[in-house]
């Protein structure tokens, strides 16, 4: 029986997230001129991992500090995740504010990867593993593979697969056993000459066929499906743990933008309101004080809000409470 899973990377820039996943899959996910230019990623990029009957949709976040809402939105989704180290970096920055994301997120099933390994003399890499190690004590990956590899000689590339099987078939005894109502955050939007608009994403809950007729919120409007795509293959329905592109009738690409979602009619009611539980990370410099503002990322989407303290004035850092 075929298995659906969405896996993707995180990790600082630079530390060879889109060659790894080239490495496993034979595409490169770079696909904007900047980035192929800068050799960077800024954008979300997808790949396709099929191991025996799991498939993987694979999402390629940017490790930039400037791109890290893209990576928010990357992040939606994903039932497990690879957390990437250079060997010849090992931890940066951004290492540990994806991690941070990760663990908000609740991503229970993830791997570590260490890239660029014939970079470096084979004494170094149990330092750089023993530093991981430290960074991920008390998280989900503190117990997790850590698989040397080279995108560029291919070590470690057939050993990352298998551990990779080995994780897919933990992940789906984890997933949800009754149907759940459509669900997919729209992540990218665009017009295709001829069909007209297009939106993609990771399909988060429940199953979606052509034809059917679904709801894009906050807008409220309905749409229908007239056809879809699984990494670029013509399908007649998509389901939860697959990459989704969705041609829709009845809307203009440009009344719809990432942060919206398309979901089942009448399953998700827009607010302006929401109560919150606020964990504040003891790696933040400043106290988070009553009023102030914030910015929400909701799935794909990025809100500009104002923080109301509840019971408190100021939360300083490590400290938890009430919000809304």
Excluded at 281 to 298: A, G, M, Q, T
Aim: charged residues 25%; hydrophobic residues 40%.
């Amino acid at each position: 029986m075929e298995q659906f899973l969405i896996l993707g990377t995180a990790g600082h820039i630079d530390h060879g997230k889109t060659s790894l996943v080239a490495a496993l899959t034979g595409t490169n996910t770079d696909r904007l001129p900047e980035e192929k230019k800068r050799g960077i990623t800024i954008e979300l990029g997808f790949a396709h991992l099929q191991i025996d009957d799991v498939h993987m949709g694979i999402v390629d976040v940017p490790g930039h500090e400037r791109f890290v809402r893209n990576m928010l939105a990357g992040a939606t989704g994903m039932d497990l995740a690879m957390l990437i180290v250079a060997a010849d970096d090992s931890i940066k920055p951004q290492t540990i504010e994806h991690l941070d994301i990760l663990r908000y997120l609740d991503i229970q099933h993830g791997i570590i990867v260490i890239t660029k390994c014939d970079l470096v003399d084979e004494d170094w890499l149990p330092l750089v593993e023993e530093e991981v190690r430290s960074l991920t004590t008390g998280t989900f990956l503190e117990k997790s593979n850590i698989i040397r590899t080279s995108a560029e000689t291919g070590e470690g590339i057939e050993e990352l697969k298998s551990a990779l099987s080995e994780l897919a078939s933990k992940a789906i005894a984890d997933l949800p056993t009754e149907n759940e109502p459509f669900r997919m955050a729209i992540d990218r939007v665009f017009s295709l000459e001829g069909h007209g608009t297009v939106v993609t994403g990771s399909v988060s809950a429940g199953t979606v066929t052509t034809g059917d007729t679904v709801e894009i919120q906050p807008l409220g409007e309905e749409v229908r499906i007239r056809r879809l795509q699984n990494h670029f293959s013509e399908v007649e329905s998509v389901g939860r743990g697959q990459r989704a592109a969705i041609n829709l009738a009845g809307i203009h690409h440009d009344e719809i933008g990432r942060g919206q979602e398309l979901a089942e009619i009448g399953h998700l009611v827009p607010h302006a309101l929401i109560t919150i539980k606020l964990d504040v990370l003891d790696s933040i410099d400043k106290p988070l004080k009553n009023r102030e503002r914030v910015r929400v990322h909701i799935g794909t989407s990025e809100i500009m809000a104002t923080m109301r303290l509840v019971g408190s004035e100021a939360l300083n850092p490590g400290e938890s409470g009430f919000a809304q």
